[in-house]
């Protein structure tokens, strides 16, 4: 399957007066056509700066981003987002990536209305007529779900529940038939019932326009129904990735088993014990030369300290960063 989405090697770091922070440390994956690929991990293990930092969204400074490359299959060819000029880069950001955020509450314009917002995207970046604009509009509030779109057209943010504003959101970043759509923690603002709807919405829309995916979350459980490839993120790297079946009833890094609360394996003596994850990820000021995960690891040993174990396949499609994992053949 072609790639449309190629990151390779990403640096990315804060430079603040308590220090540098080590967000996205040295991060590769490939997001495929058509794919919808999930990044779970901890809070402030890097999910958010890794996608702000492919879009050119990083507040600079004080972020930096200090190496790597994110070659995007855009409609013109291959392009490097990281290299691209602001000008360039404001007209993929919206036109062929889409983006949802945690928070619809604050990406959206509170003195503008919801139609208004919606057909700006369109007339920016397809160079349509404003009466164009208005009609596809009203069909891309009826195909989000939103009940009386005519009428809504000239609702404002305030005025509508949080998962119709997320979904107003989520308008705005297919309005222009993208290639990728980045969606970070989308549901998380949302009550459950919200959740799963605003869930099978990404999924109707992904069957309609083949959309490729990155759905970012802390939440495994969402994943199991919407992903087709999982990254395990901590400390600013990616520790684990396989398809999501794989990952559920084969999880290999410790730091995953312990996300996914797996029950311990049978078959060996030294598993028996149910791993948890107790403590917290590392001083982000702090460049690490070993493992990240050693620190509160029950499988570490010497190695772990010494070494920085690197993405090693263990399967099809299953990459995993650990010593242990490897080692121990697990
Ligand atoms: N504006 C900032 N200034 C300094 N450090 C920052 C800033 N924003 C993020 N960081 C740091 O970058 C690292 C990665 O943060 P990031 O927001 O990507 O985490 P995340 O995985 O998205 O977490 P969450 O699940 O809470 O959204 C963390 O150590 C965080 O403290
Ligand atoms: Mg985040």
């Given at each position: 399957m072609a790639s449309i989405l190629k990151v390779k090697n990403l640096v990315t770091k804060f430079h603040t007066v308590d220090g540098v922070v080590n967000a996205v440390n040295d991060v590769s994956f490939l997001l495929e056509d058509g794919e919808t690929l999930a990044i779970v991990g901890e809070s402030g293990s890097g999910k958010s700066v890794s996608m702000m930092s492919i879009m050119g969204l990083l507040p600079m400074p004080p972020a930096k981003v200090e190496g790597g490359q994110a070659l995007f299959n855009s409609k013109d060819g291959p392009v490097d987002l990281i290299q691209l000029p602001y000008e360039a880069m404001s007209d993929i950001r919206g036109g062929q990536i889409g983006f949802v955020f945690q928070d619809p509450g604050t990406s959206l314009n509170p003195i503008l209305t919801i139609g208004k917002q919606i057909s700006e995207t369109l007339i920016r970046h397809l160079g349509i007529s404003g009466r164009e604009a208005k009609d596809k509009t009203v069909s891309l509030l009826a195909e989000v779900g939103i009940p009386d779109p005519t009428l809504r057209f000239d609702a404002f943010p305030f005025q509508l529940s949080g998962g119709m504003r997320q979904r107003v959101m989520i308008a705005i970043a297919v309005a222009c038939a993208p290639r990728i759509v980045i969606a970070d923690e989308p549901t998380t603002a949302l009550d459950v019932t919200i959740q799963a709807q605003i869930v099978n919405l990404f999924k109707e829309l992904r069957v309609k326009m083949g959309v490729s995916t990155i759905w970012i979350t802390h939440d495994l459980g969402l994943v199991a129904g919407l992903a087709d490839r999982v990254l395990v993120m901590y400390a600013g790297q990616i520790l684990e990735s396989a398809q999501v079946d794989e990952l559920y009833e084969n999880p290999k890094h410790p730091y995953t088993i312990g996300l996914l609360g797996a029950l311990p394996r049978l078959?060996?003596?030294?598993?028996k014990r149910l791993v948890s994850i107790d403590g917290t990820p590392p001083d982000s000021t702090i460049l690490i030369h070993h493992c990240p995960f050693a620190w509160r690891c029950a499988h570490a040993f010497e190695r772990c300290w010494n070494e920085k174990p690197a993405l090693t396949t263990v399967g099809e499609k299953h990459t995993v960063a650990c010593f242990y994992a490897m080692e121990e053949g697990r």
């Amino acid at each position: 399957m072609a790639s449309i989405l190629k990151v390779k090697n990403l640096v990315t770091k804060f430079h603040t007066v308590d220090g540098v922070v080590n967000a996205v440390n040295d991060v590769s994956f490939l997001l495929e056509d058509g794919e919808t690929l999930a990044i779970v991990g901890e809070s402030g293990s890097g999910k958010s700066v890794s996608m702000m930092s492919i879009m050119g969204l990083l507040p600079m400074p004080p972020a930096k981003v200090e190496g790597g490359q994110a070659l995007f299959n855009s409609k013109d060819g291959p392009v490097d987002l990281i290299q691209l000029p602001y000008e360039a880069m404001s007209d993929i950001r919206g036109g062929q990536i889409g983006f949802v955020f945690q928070d619809p509450g604050t990406s959206l314009n509170p003195i503008l209305t919801i139609g208004k917002q919606i057909s700006e995207t369109l007339i920016r970046h397809l160079g349509i007529s404003g009466r164009e604009a208005k009609d596809k509009t009203v069909s891309l509030l009826a195909e989000v779900g939103i009940p009386d779109p005519t009428l809504r057209f000239d609702a404002f943010p305030f005025q509508l529940s949080g998962g119709m504003r997320q979904r107003v959101m989520i308008a705005i970043a297919v309005a222009c038939a993208p290639r990728i759509v980045i969606a970070d923690e989308p549901t998380t603002a949302l009550d459950v019932t919200i959740q799963a709807q605003i869930v099978n919405l990404f999924k109707e829309l992904r069957v309609k326009m083949g959309v490729s995916t990155i759905w970012i979350t802390h939440d495994l459980g969402l994943v199991a129904g919407l992903a087709d490839r999982v990254l395990v993120m901590y400390a600013g790297q990616i520790l684990e990735s396989a398809q999501v079946d794989e990952l559920y009833e084969n999880p290999k890094h410790p730091y995953t088993i312990g996300l996914l609360g797996a029950l311990p394996r049978l078959d060996t003596q030294e598993s028996k014990r149910l791993v948890s994850i107790d403590g917290t990820p590392p001083d982000s000021t702090i460049l690490i030369h070993h493992c990240p995960f050693a620190w509160r690891c029950a499988h570490a040993f010497e190695r772990c300290w010494n070494e920085k174990p690197a993405l090693t396949t263990v399967g099809e499609k299953h990459t995993v960063a650990c010593f242990y994992a490897m080692e121990e053949g697990r």
